[in-house]
């Protein structure tokens, strides 16, 4: 027999939503792109950010952003390919907002195929798009201990489209789906839901030098290619869902696919 709605408090159609208001969220590489996009967003709804980049500019620019909008946000600048950089962010965003109910982990670099890197290339993007992700799953699960609360991979379709030239970057986002998948299982029954976001292509100076600005505003223009704030959209989406669901897994591609 089904549930009716009024034993689960809802009305016909509709399902109760997890509101964004007053949470504390810290969003690796925030400063630009995804991350930017969606610390606007988040803030947009009331929820307290606290983020980081490498670069003092794009972080001071961002700090801005968000506050001209009227959001709450703070922030530092750090490379978290760096060791002990993951552990100084979670301790500057807990004491900035008084701890953390959410993680959006999407600090990344670009990398190439392997035998198109050189060896110190190929250690920093692991450090960086890799062992810094674990990491800060690690760090944000401790913190998120003994309490209900959420973290989002921001992985990527390369992880399914392989290749030549994406071999470093593919293999390591692939990665990342495995251990997302895993980390659901075995943090759900302790309150943590765990998802993964893969965006397909996405306008933002990631893809500097490879395709320029003039490009990028043209392939979105012709549904070629995403815009940022479409994947904060739907990082927004899972996070607001009821706290007995989880999103696994969110595939956004653009709606015009060349591949």
Request: hydrophobic share 45%; with cysteine.
């Given at each position: 027999m089904?549930?009716?709605?009024?034993a689960?408090?809802?009305a016909?159609?509709h399902?109760?939503q997890?509101?964004l208001t007053?949470?504390?969220i810290?969003?690796?590489?925030?400063t630009?792109g995804?991350g930017?996009?969606?610390?606007l967003?988040?803030?947009?709804?009331?929820?307290?950010?606290f983020?980081?980049?490498?670069?003092?500019?794009?972080?001071?620019?961002?700090?801005?952003a968000?506050r001209d909008?009227?959001g709450t946000?703070?922030g530092?600048a750090l490379?978290?390919?760096?060791?002990?950089?993951?552990?100084?962010f979670?301790g500057?965003?807990?004491?900035?907002?008084?701890g953390?109910?959410?993680?959006?982990?999407?600090a990344a670099?670009?990398?190439?195929?392997?035998?198109e890197m050189?060896?110190?290339?190929?250690?920093?993007?692991?450090?960086a798009?890799?062992?810094?992700y674990?990491?800060?799953?690690w760090?944000?699960?401790?913190?998120?201990?003994?309490k209900?609360?959420?973290?989002v991979?921001?992985g990527?379709?390369s992880?399914?489209?392989?290749?030549?030239?994406?071999?470093?970057?593919?293999?390591?986002?692939?990665g990342?789906?495995?251990?997302?998948?895993?980390?659901?299982?075995?943090?759900?029954?302790?309150?943590?839901?765990v998802?993964?976001v893969e965006?397909?292509?996405?306008?933002?100076d990631?893809?500097?030098?490879?395709?320029?600005?003039?490009?990028?505003?043209?392939?979105?223009a012709?549904?070629?290619?995403?815009?940022?704030?479409d994947?904060?959209?739907?990082?927004?989406?899972f996070l607001?869902?009821p706290?007995r669901?989880?999103?696994?897994?969110?595939?956004i591609?653009?709606?015009v696919?060349?591949?």
């Open positions: 089904a549930i009716g709605y009024a689960t408090g809802g016909a159609g399902t109760a997890t509101p007053g949470r504390r810290a969003i690796t590489g925030g630009t995804i930017r996009a969606t610390a967003l988040l803030a947009g709804e009331g929820a307290q950010i983020t980081c980049g490498r670069d003092p500019e794009h972080l001071g620019d961002c700090l801005a968000v909008a009227g946000i703070d530092l490379d978290l390919a760096h060791e002990g950089a993951v552990d100084r979670f500057a965003a807990e004491q900035a907002m008084g953390i109910d959410v993680a959006v982990i999407n670099v670009p990398a190439s195929g392997l035998t050189d060896e110190a290339g190929l250690r920093y993007a692991i450090a798009d890799f062992t810094a674990l990491v800060s799953a760090r944000a699960a401790a913190a998120l201990s003994g209900d609360g959420d973290i991979l921001v990527s379709m992880a399914h489209v392989l290749g030549g030239h994406s071999t470093v970057y593919a293999g390591m986002k692939a990342i789906a495995g251990f997302a998948e895993a980390l659901r299982r075995e943090l759900g029954g302790k309150g943590v839901r998802g993964l965006p397909g292509l996405v306008g933002t990631f893809q500097y030098p490879d395709i320029p600005a003039d490009k990028q505003r043209a392939m979105i012709d549904e070629k290619m995403l815009r940022a704030e994947i904060a959209v739907g990082i927004h989406y607001t869902q706290r669901t989880v999103v696994q897994q969110m595939v591609v653009p709606r696919n060349e591949e």
